[in-house]
């Protein structure tokens, strides 16, 4: 082998090796970044989860606070509102809230036509509501819901 051809030979393996070196460099950068990347939206996705469930409790304690102020026909829009949203959620709740939404949800229809028909007690059936979404989402009720006065006229016996 003359001097050249051995020359040459020793380039084309410097050259390869040199190559291959930077793709195994480059390889283990990109899929760095893609583990970031899948790290990253993981947390977005969670970080809307939780945004879609504040909106829903939001929603509902607005709508509650309108119908306990008389404003019987916004608080059942914002309900049906919530009720809407809170049905679109349910399937991607956690599972030990799931026996709970399903008897939220299953309020939905009384408390709209309570609203509808602009029923004081409506006001106190949202807080109710309220109280146990967030009895359901593993919150501490922030809402306090009233005993309604006994309007019987019979007292403690």
Do not use: C, Y
Request: charged content about 20%; hydrophobic content about 45%; glycine content about 8%.
């Amino acid at each position: 082998m003359n001097m050249r051809v051995r020359n040459a030979l020793i380039i084309i393996v410097v050259a390869g090796l040199s190559f291959g070196g930077g793709s195994a460099w480059q390889f283990a950068k990109a899929r760095q970044a893609r583990q970031e990347r899948d790290a990253a939206t993981s947390e977005v996705t969670e970080v809307r989860r939780q945004l879609a469930i504040e909106q829903l409790e939001a929603t509902l304690a607005v709508a509650t606070v309108a119908a306990q102020l008389g404003n019987f026909e916004r608080g059942r829009q914002l309900a049906s509102d919530f009720f809407t949203r809170l049905q679109d959620q349910a399937a991607s709740a956690p599972a030990e809230a799931g026996t709970a939404i399903a008897g939220i949800l299953a309020s939905r229809d009384a408390l709209i036509t309570a609203l509808s028909r602009s029923q004081p007690e409506a006001g106190l059936d949202l807080a109710r509501t309220l109280a146990a979404f967030q009895h359901a989402l593993g919150k501490e009720a922030t809402v306090p819901v009233p005993v309604p006065p006994d309007t019987t006229g019979g007292g403690p016996g």
